[in-house]
């Protein structure tokens, strides 16, 4: 199942608390305080994990605690430290305090790591407290506790391109053709569930993620169909690929055959969920060209004279090795412009 959101709360380990304890050895009769320090308690560390995809495990067990330190023993020694409690997720997860909503961690990169939470510290053994006018006390100190904290979990997916469009324009069936992922494919509305994730490889060296999300309706802003929950997948991206049903058969279709009506009505969405999708790169492509007239593929293209656009057949291949090479060129264009 996937879960892009979950709320979870995390404790650290209690320190471990010191002991009291005196030499008593063979021929030392007055020995003195040799009593350890607990060893601390165990930390909350957030792992990112590219092989992860849902934070789904995450909402089933909710509850995540450290281990707590164990306390000390004779002879000054420090009692073991507490096992750290170590939280996997999705590379795009943001860690959020559930009650300020403040952000405390953004995983965006494979291996990386975030100490959320430090454990308590050992309690002193009653070595520490030998003094002299005390040299036998018989004082410690207890570990101090672990900390509480109650998390929100978002995840963005973290890839280069998202697939947009109303249900049934063919996204899944692009995504398969581009991607050797196998998403559903089927002639209803809303196929696509929840998104999809693959890698588009191009030459041998060049890969490039792509993301489907589910259909877009008009009002997907305002909550109206499946989109609006997903529509956060796309966010980081740095393409947005608008795909446009030709055959007009889809379940927004426009029968008028006004396919710049079509994608305003995409993008308007898209801008009034986030101002930050205005910025992204776009590349319109129109589907399903193996099934309509040549003329309808002009007329298409005679309605985006300003934007980068294609054709394609995800069925037959045709046009598919040109839009790689198109989605390479763009994201080459914009690594371009990054300053160093």
């Not at 995450?58 to 409690?85: H, M, Q, S, V, Y």
């Not at 410690?140 to 973290?158: D, V």
Request: with cysteine; charged share 30%.
């Amino acid at each position: 199942m996937f879960t892009d959101e979950v709320e979870i709360t995390v404790q650290s380990g209690r320190g471990g608390d010191g002991v009291v304890s005196f030499r008593r050895e063979k021929y030392i009769p007055k020995g003195g305080p040799d009593g350890g320090d607990g060893g601390e308690g165990g930390d909350i560390v957030f792992v990112a994990d590219r092989r992860l995809r849902s934070l789904h495990q995450l909402k089933i067990k909710k509850f995540f605690k450290a281990e707590n330190g164990k306390p000390g023993n004779k002879k000054n020694k420090t009692g073991a430290r507490g096992k750290d409690c170590i939280i996997r997720v999705p590379v795009g997860t943001i860690i959020r305090d559930k009650e300020t909503s403040r952000i405390i961690g953004d995983l965006t990169e494979d291996g990386q790591k975030l100490l959320l939470l430090r454990g308590g510290k050992g309690g002193y053994g009653n070595t520490h407290f030998a003094s002299p006018v005390n040299r036998a006390p018989k004082i410690s100190k207890p570990g101090q506790p672990g900390k509480n904290a109650e998390l929100l979990l978002r995840l963005k997916m973290i890839a280069d391109v998202g697939l947009v469009g109303f249900p049934n324009a063919g996204k899944s069936t692009l995504l398969s053709a581009l991607t050797r992922a196998r998403p559903k494919v089927g002639n209803y509305p809303f196929t696509t569930l929840y998104p999809n994730l693959g890698v588009m490889e191009f030459g041998n060296e060049k890969q490039v993620v792509i993301a489907d999300i589910p259909g877009i309706i008009e009002g997907a802003h305002k909550g109206h169909g499946l989109g609006i929950r997903f529509l956060k997948h796309i966010e980081r991206t740095n393409i947005i690929l608008f795909v446009i049903d030709l055959s007009d058969m889809g379940i927004n279709r426009n029968r008028t055959g006004n396919f710049r009506k079509t994608y305003e009505t995409l993008e308007n969405e898209l801008v009034s969920y986030s101002g930050i999708l205005a910025e992204k790169r776009q590349l319109i492509v129109g589907t399903k060209m193996d099934i309509v007239d040549y003329s309808k593929c002009e007329q298409f293209l005679s309605e985006f004279p300003d934007f980068e656009t294609l054709t394609v057949s995800a069925a037959t291949g045709n046009g598919v090795d040109k839009l790689k090479m198109k989605i390479v060129q763009l994201l080459e264009k914009k690594d371009e412009g990054k300053p160093d």
